[in-house]
């Protein structure tokens, strides 16, 4: 039996955690395949592809496998293109697929190399019965719940999306460039002032009701803790579940366990690793599952006044800058690169209050997305507080 001894580092872009999976001697540059085809009416499948390293490189993130050609097929010999949105990221155009099909991933590489998963029907997700919160000391938690009344599905898959507002704690009208305050425009005050951020999650939590009495769950998902600016406006999060299969979960078991549990005396042999993709023009092996499902989705919205009191401490002095002291222009402007908020523009700016730059420029602190299209909708503006 051959040898497997050669340990490469897997690094999932968004899906799991890195972990190390045992290939042959010599087999480096395996294809990690990422994502799942999701099943329905006006959905979109994103598949993400990448390139295994040797673990003594600790390359991340892996190298991504651009120029591929993805497509979904189903069992009508229909197809699906997927189109590369960014480095080693595919996807499809909204499409309606049939809950009554079946569906598989097929890939052709740069270097003509050929791919496929296997044929799969779609498993249903149940829907999403509640998402509560409840405050705690440390901040509040979130807390999740399904139930499958056909009793079909025993194996869930949880996700979810964050997206907040986040303003500056000060209004920038002016700027300070050369030795001179000058007016900014209103867009730019505005870009400043209110930023809209987002995360997601990058494990997802995968759950079992098999075995149990009902087939129901309900679990905390996710926290957000005290002094977080992401309860300090508006706030929402977008729960996604999925269906699994047994194998599926399986393979996200074992996924799980070689990210942890390496080098133990239960670790997985490597033909359990490598999921339900495989080689059509050669015999390369693949680490990845492609699943099949519907998804089933619930938001949570939160404003300021729903979570009141929640503490968050914002250091943002305002000081009183004299623009004919040149000690204090220096030292506030340029050493401490504060940002001018008010002044006096009757006086010709002769005086001028100034915070330091991220209490002005909510963009300092990163992560920014453009305002969501759903936003006004999700909250209505005229109710703000």
Not at 62 to 91: H, M, Q, S, W
Request: glycine letters at 4%; proline letters at 6%.
């Amino acid at each position: 039996m051959k040898a497997w001894s050669l340990l490469l580092l897997i690094m999932f872009a968004g899906c799991v955690e890195p972990f190390t999976a045992r290939v042959p001697d010599g087999q480096t540059n395996v294809l990690v395949v990422e994502g799942y085809i999701n099943v329905g009416v006006d959905v979109v499948t994103e598949i993400r592809l990448s390139r295994t390293v040797p673990l003594s490189q600790s390359q991340y993130p892996a190298p991504k496998e651009v120029g591929a050609t993805i497509f979904i097929e189903d069992n009508l010999n229909n197809n699906f293109p997927l189109a590369e949105t960014a480095d080693g990221i595919y996807r499809s155009e909204m499409l309606v697929l049939p809950l009554d099909r079946e569906y598989r991933i097929k890939i052709s590489t740069q270097t003509e190399e050929e791919y496929t998963s296997d044929f799969l029907a779609t498993l249903i997700a149940p829907p999403i019965d509640t998402i509560t919160w409840q405050r705690e000391l440390t901040g509040m938690d979130f807390y999740v719940s399904t139930h499958d009344p056909s009793n079909t599905t025993f194996y869930y898959q949880w996700s979810y999306e964050e997206t907040w507002e986040e303003n500056a704690a000060h209004f920038s009208f002016y700027g300070y460039s050369d030795g001179q305050i000058f007016v900014r425009d209103n867009e730019e005050v505005l870009s400043m002032h209110q930023c809209f951020k987002e995360h997601a999650s990058t494990i997802p939590v995968n759950l079992s009701t098999k075995g149990l009495p009902e087939n129901k769950m309900s679990l905390k998902l996710f926290s957000v803790i005290n002094n977080s600016p992401k309860l300090h406006e508006r706030y929402t999060a977008l729960v996604t579940l999925h269906a699994l299969s047994e194998k599926e979960y399986q393979y996200l078991q074992i996924l799980k366990k070689n990210s942890t549990d390496l080098g133990t005396f239960f670790d997985p042999q490597p033909s359990q690793v490598f999921g339900n993709i495989f080689g059509v023009t050669s015999h390369q092996p693949v680490v990845g599952y492609i699943g099949v499902y519907t998804t089933s989705e619930k938001r949570i919205n939160l404003r300021r006044r729903d979570v009141l009191p929640w503490p968050l401490e914002l250091p943002c002095p305002q000081v009183n800058i004299v623009m004919n002291n040149a000690d204090s222009v220096k030292k506030y402007f340029e050493e401490l690169k504060y940002t001018p908020t008010l002044a006096d523009y009757f006086s010709n700016f002769a005086t001028t209050f100034a915070t330091p730059a991220p209490c002005a420029d909510c963009r300092m602190s990163g992560n920014n997305i453009q305002k969501p299209d759903y936003w006004d909708e999700l909250f209505c503006t005229a109710c703000d507080d």
